[in-house]
């Protein structure tokens, strides 16, 4: 009887207090300090920093840092800026029937997308590498030669790969010019086994022959490194790309081109700071250059998002300055542009401004830091090493679950939605390298990498 | 009429059930951040506690169901609680400035379980007095009738040896 009533009493409380909680007035709480990003302009990008949150735990604690560069300009597709092209096709013997069909189909394409004003050179590797067709401009007499040449391309033994890099630089720095862009094709479908094979030499290689250059990676079939394609792409500001089927690679070339249309912003380089005990942790899919992040070459329009994860050390109440960001870049005429801006963010230890919400740029660190671990995941699975893998797979789970309660609402679904997919993906992957191990990695890559409009 | 409110345990237990089964679903809603927050989740789970502790309290009713109007009383406290849950939310973004959401979750979500157990009150309540009373006041339906007449007659016995002193 005595407990029926305390069971009442409490259920007439908690509705009480529900009630008076209700409809209370809403806490007023200081607006944030530092909420919109600083934005600095120069040249043609435009450069802001934001964190996750305005209000930093006094306590210390870990934040996102969300750096974006945006070009100037209409995206629409002008005259595109004419290009210095250097394709390099794999003949190994792995490459013979379909695959070195489709590498011809690759060079095809690019053949047929520049114009007089673009110079090309095309090489071909196997055990040793060739020069099927010096660097030349491309001129109707030109692309004649050179799709005849194409014809006659077969696959033999070997896959050297740090020799094509080599016979490719001077071709590439022999049709340098102010008025061109520098772009590297590779197009392979396996894993170098002469001359340098690792896959921190070859990365030393190619930045060494390539510099500014952007390098751009086509793996075609199952057996190719995708690791070491994204790498390359990654320190080239370029893009890789999975190719399942011979009708991807003209559109994909296409695409690679048409990029450059009216480029406005090269050789972009991002450098990051911590400040006020605020320190990089690492940048979410960008690997650094020395201290700085070299980001892809940007069109007019394109917007690019980079994440840095801080670690934020205890710190007096009060606002201010937690990174600092510094933004160089050459513009279309080469001409050299330098930016700066700081995200600034307030310490409390105020429970209710702790409890805010956090902004978009959470959940877009969430994103990528979700793909690195996809990434991970997918190389650990392909590897044979399952447990550790579904030990990732459970952080990806963590990470989504311990954002929820502090991530914009709206930002959830897709990042929840997005988590699963790279969890069917990663389940799929039955060996290394294979399709769901390249398309899960592919999807990491684009979810670090791509320009916020998307590829 | 008088009103009786029958078997207190159960009613209790269903009460503790559905509570514990609500802020244990509102805090895995929470912690696997499933979608639409936990709010249905916690109701779906008080509601379904308190239906089968509500069921397995009728086993014990016999042929003695509870009057209608309790029956619709409950019906209709229960949906009451459940269209009155998002009113809990705000209770629930307080409790997050000292608990960490999952918990404040799972405190919303018990309070849902104990609106929905409560509300299975009515069909604890019947109308006259209990079982046993009543059958206490009918001793003849159920004793034998010849017994009966022997406890008259040594009733009757008992009354004359009494008056001879």
Same mark, same amino acid.
């Given at each position: 009887m005595l407990r029926t009533a305390v069971v009442l009493s409490l259920v007439l409380a908690s509705a009480t207090a529900a009630a008076v909680a209700a409809l209370r007035p809403p806490h007023k709480t200081p607006p944030p300090p530092a909420d919109p990003p600083a934005v600095v302009r120069d040249g043609a990008l435009r450069l802001s920093a934001r964190l996750d949150r305005s209000w930093l735990d006094s306590r210390g604690g870990a934040s996102y840092l969300e750096i974006g560069v945006a070009a100037e300009g209409a995206p629409e597709r002008g005259p595109r800026t004419a290009v210095n092209a250097v394709l390099i096709v794999d003949r190994s =013997?792995?490459?013979?029937g379909e695959k070195i069909a489709r590498a011809r189909d690759a060079a095809r394409a690019l053949i047929a997308e520049l114009d007089g004003e673009d110079r090309l050179a095309i090489v071909d590797f196997a055990s040793d590498a060739h020069l099927l067709l010096p660097s030349a401009a491309v001129t109707p007499a030109f692309k004649e030669i050179a799709l005849a040449q194409v014809a006659r391309l077969q696959a033999t033994t070997g896959t050297n790969l740090s020799a094509a890099l080599d016979l490719a630089a001077p071709q590439l720095a022999q049709g340098r010019a102010a008025s061109r862009l520098d772009k590297v094709f590779l197009a392979t479908d396996g894993l170098a086994n002469e001359g340098v094979s690792d896959r921190a030499g070859l990365l030393r290689i190619a930045a060494r022959d390539f510099g500014r250059a952007t390098v751009s990676t086509f793996g075609i079939g199952?057996?190719?490194d995708e690791d070491f394609l994204a790498s390359l792409a990654a320190q080239g500001g370029g893009r890789t790309l999975f190719v399942h089927s011979a009708s991807q690679l003209e559109p994909a070339m296409r695409a690679e081109l048409t990029r450059s249309a009216r480029t406005v912003a090269r050789d972009v380089r991002l450098e990051v700071r911590g400040m006020s005990g605020a320190r990089v942790v690492r940048v979410l899919g960008y690997g650094a250059d020395g201290d700085a992040i070299r980001l892809p070459d940007f069109a007019a329009g394109e917007e690019r998002r980079v994440l840095v994860k801080l670690a934020l050390a205890p710190s007096g109440e009060g606002d201010a300055d937690v990174a600092r960001v510094a933004l160089s870049f050459a513009d279309a005429e080469g001409a050299a542009h330098r930016a700066e801006t700081t995200a600034r963010g307030s310490f409390t230890l105020e429970p209710a401004r702790l409890a805010l919400r956090a902004n978009e740029a959470l959940a877009h660190g969430a994103r990528a830091e979700l793909a690195e671990l996809a990434r991970d995941a997918a190389e650990l699975k392909g590897a044979g090493k399952v447990e550790e893998a579904r030990k990732l797979q459970t952080r990806m789970r963590y990470l989504v679950n311990g954002i929820a309660a502090a991530? +914009? +609402?709206?930002?959830m679904p897709a990042l929840r939605k997005e988590a699963e997919s790279y969890d069917v993906g990663v389940n799929d992957?039955?060996? =290394? =390298?294979d399709v769901a191990s390249k398309s899960v990695k592919q999807k990491a890559f684009d979810s670090l990498r791509a320009p916020v409009s998307g590829w | 009429m008088a009103l009786r409110f029958e078997d207190h345990a159960a009613f209790q237990r269903t009460c503790l059930i559905a509570a514990a089964c609500s802020a244990l679903a509102a805090y895995y809603a929470t912690w696997m951040a499933l @979608?639409? &927050?936990?709010l249905p989740w916690a109701t779906a789970a008080a509601l379904v506690a308190s239906t089968i502790f509500a069921l397995r309290a009728a086993e014990r009713w016999d042929d003695e169901l509870p009057p209608a109007v309790c029956i619709v009383s409950a019906v209709a406290l229960a949906a009451g609680a459940a269209l009155a849950a998002p009113v809990l939310l705000a209770l629930v973004e307080l409790l997050r400035i000292v608990l960490s959401a999952a918990l404040a979750a799972a405190l919303g979500g018990a309070v849902i379980g104990l609106w929905m157990g409560a509300a299975? &009150? @009515?069909?604890h309540v019947r109308a006259g007095g209990d079982r046993i009373a009543r059958r206490l006041l009918d001793p003849e339906s159920r004793i034998d009738p010849e017994l009966l007449r022997q406890l008259r007659e040594r009733a009757d016995q008992l009354e004359k040896t009494r008056s001879a002193f």
């Amino acid at each position: 009887m005595l407990r029926t009533a305390v069971v009442l009493s409490l259920v007439l409380a908690s509705a009480t207090a529900a009630a008076v909680a209700a409809l209370r007035p809403p806490h007023k709480t200081p607006p944030p300090p530092a909420d919109p990003p600083a934005v600095v302009r120069d040249g043609a990008l435009r450069l802001s920093a934001r964190l996750d949150r305005s209000w930093l735990d006094s306590r210390g604690g870990a934040s996102y840092l969300e750096i974006g560069v945006a070009a100037e300009g209409a995206p629409e597709r002008g005259p595109r800026t004419a290009v210095n092209a250097v394709l390099i096709v794999d003949r190994s =013997g792995s490459m013979s029937g379909e695959k070195i069909a489709r590498a011809r189909d690759a060079a095809r394409a690019l053949i047929a997308e520049l114009d007089g004003e673009d110079r090309l050179a095309i090489v071909d590797f196997a055990s040793d590498a060739h020069l099927l067709l010096p660097s030349a401009a491309v001129t109707p007499a030109f692309k004649e030669i050179a799709l005849a040449q194409v014809a006659r391309l077969q696959a033999t033994t070997g896959t050297n790969l740090s020799a094509a890099l080599d016979l490719a630089a001077p071709q590439l720095a022999q049709g340098r010019a102010a008025s061109r862009l520098d772009k590297v094709f590779l197009a392979t479908d396996g894993l170098a086994n002469e001359g340098v094979s690792d896959r921190a030499g070859l990365l030393r290689i190619a930045a060494r022959d390539f510099g500014r250059a952007t390098v751009s990676t086509f793996g075609i079939g199952e057996d190719y490194d995708e690791d070491f394609l994204a790498s390359l792409a990654a320190q080239g500001g370029g893009r890789t790309l999975f190719v399942h089927s011979a009708s991807q690679l003209e559109p994909a070339m296409r695409a690679e081109l048409t990029r450059s249309a009216r480029t406005v912003a090269r050789d972009v380089r991002l450098e990051v700071r911590g400040m006020s005990g605020a320190r990089v942790v690492r940048v979410l899919g960008y690997g650094a250059d020395g201290d700085a992040i070299r980001l892809p070459d940007f069109a007019a329009g394109e917007e690019r998002r980079v994440l840095v994860k801080l670690a934020l050390a205890p710190s007096g109440e009060g606002d201010a300055d937690v990174a600092r960001v510094a933004l160089s870049f050459a513009d279309a005429e080469g001409a050299a542009h330098r930016a700066e801006t700081t995200a600034r963010g307030s310490f409390t230890l105020e429970p209710a401004r702790l409890a805010l919400r956090a902004n978009e740029a959470l959940a877009h660190g969430a994103r990528a830091e979700l793909a690195e671990l996809a990434r991970d995941a997918a190389e650990l699975k392909g590897a044979g090493k399952v447990e550790e893998a579904r030990k990732l797979q459970t952080r990806m789970r963590y990470l989504v679950n311990g954002i929820a309660a502090a991530a +914009p +609402p709206a930002a959830m679904p897709a990042l929840r939605k997005e988590a699963e997919s790279y969890d069917v993906g990663v389940n799929d992957i039955q060996a =290394g =390298g294979d399709v769901a191990s390249k398309s899960v990695k592919q999807k990491a890559f684009d979810s670090l990498r791509a320009p916020v409009s998307g590829w | 009429m008088a009103l009786r409110f029958e078997d207190h345990a159960a009613f209790q237990r269903t009460c503790l059930i559905a509570a514990a089964c609500s802020a244990l679903a509102a805090y895995y809603a929470t912690w696997m951040a499933l @979608p639409k &927050g936990f709010l249905p989740w916690a109701t779906a789970a008080a509601l379904v506690a308190s239906t089968i502790f509500a069921l397995r309290a009728a086993e014990r009713w016999d042929d003695e169901l509870p009057p209608a109007v309790c029956i619709v009383s409950a019906v209709a406290l229960a949906a009451g609680a459940a269209l009155a849950a998002p009113v809990l939310l705000a209770l629930v973004e307080l409790l997050r400035i000292v608990l960490s959401a999952a918990l404040a979750a799972a405190l919303g979500g018990a309070v849902i379980g104990l609106w929905m157990g409560a509300a299975t &009150g @009515p069909l604890h309540v019947r109308a006259g007095g209990d079982r046993i009373a009543r059958r206490l006041l009918d001793p003849e339906s159920r004793i034998d009738p010849e017994l009966l007449r022997q406890l008259r007659e040594r009733a009757d016995q008992l009354e004359k040896t009494r008056s001879a002193f």
